[in-house]
């Protein structure tokens, strides 16, 4: 079985800082890794994703990731935030071999982007 | 369409009542999936249907949860005799087809219910 663990319910931050959003998962086969983003009101959006070669996968808005094999990570990274990014952001994983695309979604972090 | 529709956008019902939920995914996509958000959590996979078969119907809690695809496109989700704990939001996603994760599923903004 696989899990997915975002351990920052919320993250604060201010406008134009850096900021990473973690996540790490678990899995006894090997995973595509995805991150999506959530905005009030609206459905999930997909930031980006890793399917193999190069570990780091840079997505829409500024926003990159970088796939670590060993630490079973898959933290999320942007240099400098907006406002606009204020959202749920959603780390999920597909297991390799399966029939299906279905998603298994950490519980989400809170990005919190304060002027 | 453009992107996944789903209807209502917001349901508010008493317990014990039965519900129906829509979802219009993508002109074109055969893969759709349903998934359930409570409150403070990720996203729940409840089914998949690949054309107008449920090929992965595991996440259903329940034998009061049901849905159908008769005709490979729109979609709908049915809950019986609800309950205060079915509140949640109900995703809907289509991709292009099943199978890898190279086939990116777009969701629509989901169906808030309340059950009272």
């Known amino acids: 079985a696989q899990s997915v663990t975002q351990l920052d319910s919320q993250v604060p931050v201010f406008e134009e800082a850096p900021v990473e959003l973690r996540c790490n998962y678990s899995?006894?086969?090997?995973?595509?890794l995805f991150w999506y983003v959530q905005y009030p009101n609206q459905g999930l959006q997909l930031l980006l994703k890793?399917?193999?070669?190069?570990?780091l996968v840079k997505g829409i808005n500024g926003f990159e990731a970088e796939f670590n094999k060993s630490q079973t990570s898959f933290h999320l990274r942007k240099p400098s935030v907006h406002i606009s990014d204020t959202a749920e952001y959603f780390c999920a994983v597909i297991p390799y071999g399966g029939a299906t695309n279905k998603l298994i979604f950490g519980t989400g972090t809170l990005l919190a982007v304060q002027p | 369409g453009a992107g996944v529709s789903q209807t209502p956008s917001n349901k508010v019902t008493e317990k014990g009542k039965y519900v129906e939920l829509r979802c219009d995914p993508i002109s074109g996509h055969t893969a759709l999936y349903w998934y359930r958000q409570s409150l403070g959590q990720g996203p729940e996979f409840l089914i998949y249907f690949q054309g107008t078969g449920a090929a992965d119907d595991s996440g259903l809690p329940n034998d009061r949860f049901f849905a159908v695809r008769p005709e490979g496109s729109v979609s709908t989700l049915k809950i019986q005799r609800t309950e205060r704990g079915d509140s949640a939001v109900y995703l809907c996603?289509?991709?292009?087809?099943?199978?890898?994760?190279?086939?990116?599923?777009?969701f629509g903004a989901g169906s808030r219910l309340t059950v009272l």
């Open positions: 996603a289509s991709s292009l087809t099943g199978g890898t994760g190279a086939n990116v599923l777009t």
């Open positions: 899995s006894s086969v090997s995973v595509y």
């Open positions: 890793y399917l193999s070669g190069s570990t």
